[in-house]
Each structure stands twice: as C-alpha cells, then as structure tokens.
C-alpha cells in the first residue's frame, strides 16, 4: 500500500473527521468560556488558575465525547452520500 502525501488538505480533513480533535475543542471552548467566570470571583494564585482552567477543559474533553462522535459520523456519512 502506498502512503499518502502529507499535505496541509489531508491534516485537515484528518482532524475534521477525528472525534478527538471535536473533544479537544469543545474542552478548550469550554475552558475559555468557564475559566474566567471560575477564577474572577476568587482570590486565587496563577498555578490554581491553570489547574481550574486545565480541569474545565478535561471536563469538557470527557464530556462531549458523545457528541463528538455523532458528529463525526454525520459528516462521514455526508461524505460517503456526496460520493455516491
């Protein structure tokens, strides 16, 4: 079997179609969206504010795991019926 190229298009798609690249968003979005209402209202030291930003993010990674495989099977499947 013959690899294919690299290319910017195939990394792409690679992490379009990937259901960790999804879970990895949705933590990090939900990171920047919850961390700072988390850290504002407490007096806290910047290593506890990473600690609270890191555990909203694999929160949210652990979350949406399901979520995040329903999509990827929508969008494989919309591209197998575009194939067609």
Do not use: C, H, N
């Not at 939900?30 to 609270?52: D, F, K």
């Not at 929508?74 to 575009?82: E, P």
């Amino acid at each position: 079997m013959q690899k294919r190229p690299i290319t910017v298009s195939y990394i792409f798609f690679y992490l379009l179609f990937s259901e960790d690249a999804w879970r990895i968003a949705a933590g990090f979005v939900g990171a920047v969206l919850l961390g700072p209402l988390v850290a504002q209202s407490r007096e806290l030291t910047q290593a506890a504010e990473v600690v609270v930003w890191l555990m909203i993010m694999v929160i949210g990674w652990s979350v949406t795991a399901w979520p995040a495989r329903k999509i990827t099977a929508a969008l494989r499947r919309s591209v197998k019926q575009a194939s067609r």
